[in-house]
């Protein structure tokens, strides 16, 4: 199997100046980003050469080293969504985010509310992904970096609770850090990602 070896991407400027997640904080996140990409490329490089043979659902290589990738990859994507579309100024969405979280949750507010729940229900990830096969938002929850995705989504907000991601700056008070979270949305880039991806109206 042959595969390229992926760079972790830079970190924005923006992401060292947030509002209320201190820069040692998100320096500190940002590493273990990093870890992620270094391990997706050290698994996929020894799958090259893992004995396909020895394949075994009790315990063989193969098996740890697929299941530990899909980890790595996991905690590659995820935290490309989280400090992509960080950096902004919150508040209220524009563009055409802000009619398909209306349409599906009822108001940004009750998304707002609902992926903050999320969020508090989850022990790593809450996401908004878009479900291509019911043509809708929904607000997901995820307690590691490769649990529970659903096929066929596309994540557009991935809020990362993970005590990594706010402990240094709130303690255990999750629930501040998620405002602070919101606080420092970048509309923008989420709108840029809807258009890319031709989410429909
Ligand atoms: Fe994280």
């Known amino acids: 199997m042959a595969f390229e070896e992926i760079t972790p991407r830079e970190l924005k400027p923006e ?4 509002d209320g997640i201190s820069r040692e904080s998100v320096e500190a996140h940002y590493k273990l980003y990093q870890g992620y990409v270094n391990k997706r490329n050290e698994i996929l490089g020894k799958l090259e050469s893992v004995d396909l043979a020895a394949a075994n659902q009790v315990y063989s290589e193969v098996r740890a080293l697929k299941v530990e990738l899909s980890f790595a990859v996991g905690g590659v994507k995820n935290h490309e969504v989280y400090f992509e579309h960080l950096g902004g100024d919150g508040g209220e969405p524009g563009g055409l985010i802000a009619g398909l979280l209306e349409r599906d949750f ?27 096969d019911e043509g809708r938002l929904y607000n997901v ?14 994540p557009l907000v991935a809020l990362d609770v993970y005590e990594h991601a706010y402990f240094m700056d709130f303690g255990t008070d999750r629930a501040s850090y998620i405002d602070a979270f919101f606080a420092n949305l970048d509309w923008s880039t989420i709108n840029d990602w809807v258009s890319k991806y031709q989410i429909p109206k």
């Open 15 to 18: 992401l060292l100046q947030l």
């Open 141 to 154: 929850v995820g307690d590691a970096q490769n649990t529970y995705p659903i096929w066929n989504a596309t």
């Open 106 to 132: 009822g108001s940004v507010e009750l998304w707002r509310r609902d992926l903050k729940a999320t969020g508090m229900a989850g022990r790593g990830w809450a996401w908004t992904a878009y479900d291509w």
